[in-house]
C-alpha cells in the first residue's frame, strides 16, 4: 500500500490507557495494510532506560529529569522516529513532548515551558496529538503499580491534568476521555486517525 507518513502521539497522566490505546492502534492500522512503527517514551535506548532508572528516584532533580528526557527524545527522534517517517510509515509514539511540557513544568516553579521547549527544539513535531484525560484516581486504580514511579501520586497528577488540559485547549489538541470502556475509545482515536489519513 502507497502511504504517506503521519506522526501519532498518544499522550496524557499516568494509567489514562496511552499504552493500550497505541497498541491496539497500530494493529488495527497494521491489519488494514498499513506500514506502522510503535514507539514509546522513555525510549528504549541506553539513554531511555537509564531515564527508567532515575524516575524511581525522588532525589534527581526535576531539570535532570527533564534534561535526560530531552537528551533520550533526541535520540528516539533522530535515529528511530524520523527516520520511519522518511521511508512512509505511521509512525505512533506513546508519549512525546507534551509529556515533558507538563510533567517538567508541573514539578518545578524553577521549569518554564519555554525552557523545555528550547532543549527539545531539534526534534520534530507530531501531525496529530491526542491527549487521553481520565481521573488520576481511576487511573492510578487502573494501574496498581506495585514498584510505582514518583510521578504516581494523586495530588501530583491532579496538577498534571489540568496542565494537560490546559495545553490541549491552548495548541487545540484532541481531548479524549478514558473512562469509558477501551473499545469506545478505540473508536474515537481511530477516527481521527482514519479522517487524517483520508485527506
Known amino acids: 500500500m502507497s502511504q504517506k507518513s503521519l506522526f501519532v502521539v498518544l499522550d496524557g497522566v499516568d494509567g489514562s490507557g496511552t ?30 532506560l537509564l531515564l527508567r532508572k532515575f524516575l524511581k528516584n525522588d532525589n534527581v532533580p526535576p531539570t535532570t ?17 524520523k527516520k520511519k517517517l522518511d521511508e512512509g510509515y505511521i ?22 515551558v519555554k525552557w523545555i521547549k528550547e532543549i527539545n527544539k531539534s526534534v520534530g513535531q507530531p ?17 496498581a503499580s506495585t514498584d510505582p514511579d514518583k510521578f504516581e501520586k494523586i495530588s501530583f497528577l491532579d496538577k498534571v ?13 484532541i481531548v479524549i476521555n478514558t473512562d469509558d470502556i477501551i473499545e469506545l475509545v478505540q473508536e474515537k482515536i481511530q477516527k ?8
Open 91 to 112: 509512525v505512533i509514539s506513546d508519549r512525546y513532548i507534551e509529556s515533558s511540557i507538563v510533567y517538567q513544568s508541573v514539578q518545578s516553579d524553577k521549569i518554564s
Open 19 to 48: 499504552t493500550t490505546h497505541s497498541r491496539i492502534l497500530a494493529g488495527t492500522l497494521e491489519s488494514k495494510g498499513y506500514k506502522v512503527y510503535l514507539t514509546q517514551e522513555p525510549s528504549n535506548s541506553e539513554i531511555g
Open 127 to 143: 501531525d496529530i496529538t491526542i491527549i487521553l484525560d481520565i481521573d488520576p484516581k481511576i487511573s492510578l486504580e487502573r494501574k
Open 65 to 81: 529529569d527533564a534534561l535526560l528526557f530531552a537528551a533520550d527524545r533526541d535520540f528516539h527522534y533522530h535515529i528511530e522516529i
Open 192 to 199: 481521527i486517525i482514519f479522517d487524517k489519513l483520508k485527506k
Open 161 to 173: 491534568r489540568r496542565k494537560y488540559l490546559e495545553r490541549a485547549k491552548k495548541n487545540r489538541y
